[in-house]
């Protein structure tokens, strides 16, 4: 069976636009051409993919499939003519970089800022994603890197160290908790109501490990996406937080908020790169995961 690229971007402007007019005057192509390319491709496939309606089209399930397959493949042979730019080139082309909150507030700036000097003619396509959608990414083809913290490791994926932290709880500034000397554990702190992070989050799918092992719950009151959002709460008394120490420190003269250490060994937390496939990485992605990696 071969159905080539022009019907595959036909079929994805018909998916977007669920006209095939609309479809053929923004491609600037007869509609009955497109109407045609429309039936080959169910013909290719022996399944119906569009539902004809007397005002558009209605995609199947698998017109909904095909259509997101084609998106990724014609977005992958765009990728294709930016990397062959690249090594034309030598240090040019777009790096789609995924990571994690963490990852973005406490390293990235002064590492990116620094390689964008280095690499000017190299863009960063930068997103903030939970460690479970920095995967997702990249086993979609979305992202060519990614920073993730917590996590078994995928075995098609390759892992290379990248920073660590240390994760703390974040008290309202009364909290009982700040009279304690030292580090507290984690089972102390689980007789307190928590902010949490959103599920996906690396730290959150950690401490609901945590808690589970300990055998107590985890009094989860909120959950939210942001760091920012989540001192909020904490400094509201809604809850405590463990979060990366130097997202609690410099926000102390600003909130009515404090660290207090975690005695747990796994608050030490690894930060890691991963790649989907290291041998075919673009030379922009390959500049960037040794920069990022040094």
């Avoid at 765009?78 to 994690?100: E, K, P, T, W, Y």
């Amino acid at each position: 069976m071969r159905v080539d690229l022009t019907s595959l971007s036909l079929f994805a402007t018909v998916a977007e636009e669920r006209n095939i007019a609309r479809a053929a005057a923004k491609r600037n192509i007869a509609a009955s051409a497109v109407s045609k390319r429309m039936l080959d491709l169910e013909l290719a496939y022996r399944t119906p993919l569009l539902q004809r309606r007397s005002k558009g089209v209605d995609l199947t399930p698998a017109g909904e499939a095909l259509a997101r397959h084609a998106r990724n493949l014609l977005e992958l042979v765009g990728r294709i003519g930016a990397d062959m730019s690249a090594f034309a080139s030598g240090h040019s082309g777009q790096v789609r970089l995924s990571a994690n909150q963490s990852a973005i507030t406490q390293f990235l700036p002064q590492m990116l800022a620094s390689f964008l000097a280095t690499y000017p003619d190299i863009e960063i396509e930068l997103a903030e994603a939970t460690t479970a959608r920095s995967l997702e990414m990249l086993e979609d083809g979305l992202a060519d890197l990614a920073i993730v913290g917590w996590g078994d490791e995928h075995p098609d994926m390759t892992y290379i160290p990248f920073r660590s932290d240390n994760l703390a709880l974040a008290v309202p500034a009364a909290h009982p908790l700040t009279e304690r000397q030292g580090a507290v554990s984690f089972a102390e702190a689980l007789g307190f109501d928590f902010v949490g992070l959103e599920q996906g989050s690396s730290i959150q799918a950690r401490l609901n490990a945590a808690a589970r092992q300990i055998g107590q719950p985890l009094r989860l009151k909120l959950s939210m996406s942001s760091f920012e959002g989540i001192r909020r709460m904490v400094e509201a008394g809604i809850g405590i937080a463990v979060l990366p120490v130097s997202a609690i420190e410099p926000y102390m003269s600003a909130l009515a908020i404090q660290p207090v250490p975690l005695a747990d060994s796994w608050a030490r937390r690894e930060l890691r790169i991963v790649c989907k496939d290291l041998k075919a990485l673009p030379l922009s992605a390959a500049l960037l995961r040794s920069w990022l990696a040094a």
